[in-house]
Structures are given as structure tokens and as C-alpha cells.
């Protein structure tokens, strides 16, 4: 299943952003995304086992940290390709003292758009 936190869900919790940073295997996850791999290629890039590799994407996945698009292939096996969607994570103390998220999401192309509204699309069918 192919998420994506900008199409209209709520932003994430602060407790499953904190959750995911706290992890190093998700930290380690993050270091290694600076361009979209499938789960397989993110196992053996970070040298996590694939069961760890697939709970540790959707924590950061949950947390709107990562994003997935579907890769198209002609033989019909499509892949799950994973991002790193966001450029700052920052987290303050609000008016009434309590804590708070903010993530800074990059700007999309238009190639981009119409891709990830592709990836809605597919999810539907």
C-alpha cells in the first residue's frame, strides 16, 4: 500500500516523529535514502535484516518522515520506492507550554505531483 502524507492526512503526531528519530536503525535508514530505494535495496544498503527493514520504513512512513511511490515495470512486478520526505523536523513548545511537530516538507515539481497523484490513483484501482 502506497502512502502519502500530503494527500490531505493529518500532519504526524509528535510522539510517532520522536519514535522514529529515537531509532538507529531508522536514523541509519534515513542516512542512506538520498534517492529512492526499493525495501531490498534499503536492507542491504543499511545491512538491516528485510522483517526489520520493513517494520523500521513504516514507522518513518507513519511518522510522514518517508514517503513511497510505485515504479512502474512493463512484467507487471511494480516496486515500492521510498523517500525521504521532509527537509527539517522541529519541535517547540506551543502558547499553552505543550510540545509540538513541524515538518518542513521539500517543494515539488510538477513531475513529481503527477507522479505521486499516479500512486493515488493506482491505490484505488
Given amino acids: 500500500m502506497v502512502r502519502n502524507p500530503q494527500s ?4 504526524p503526531g ?6 522514529a528519530l529515537d ?3 531508522c536514523r541509519t535508514i534515513i542516512h542512506h535514502l538520498d534517492e529512492p530505494m526499493t525495501a531490498s ?3 542491504e544498503a543499511c545491512d ?3 522483517s526489520t ?3 523500521k520504513l513504516d514507522l518513518l512512513t507513519e511518522a510522514s518522515l518517508l ?6 515495470r512493463p512484467d507487471g512486478h511494480h516496486a515500492t520506492r521510498y523517500y525521504v520526505d521532509f527537509e527539517a523536523v522541529e519541535i517547540g513548545v506551543t502558547a499553552d507550554q505543550t510540545l509540538a511537530v513541524d515538518v518542513t516538507r521539500p517543494a515539488r515539481s510538477a513531475e513529481e505531483r503527477l507522479a505521486s497523484l499516479w500512486s493515488e ?4 484501482t
Fill in 8 to 11: 490531505g492526512a493529518e500532519a
Fill in 14 to 19: 509528535l510522539q510517532s516523529v520522536l519514535d
Fill in 23 to 25: 531509532d538507529a536503525d
Fill in 41 to 43: 535495496e534499503v536492507s
Fill in 48 to 50: 538491516i535484516p528485510m
Fill in 53 to 55: 527493514t520493513y517494520r
Fill in 67 to 72: 514517503a513511497e511511490s510505485t515504479e512502474i
Fill in 121 to 124: 490513483v493506482r491505490k484505488e
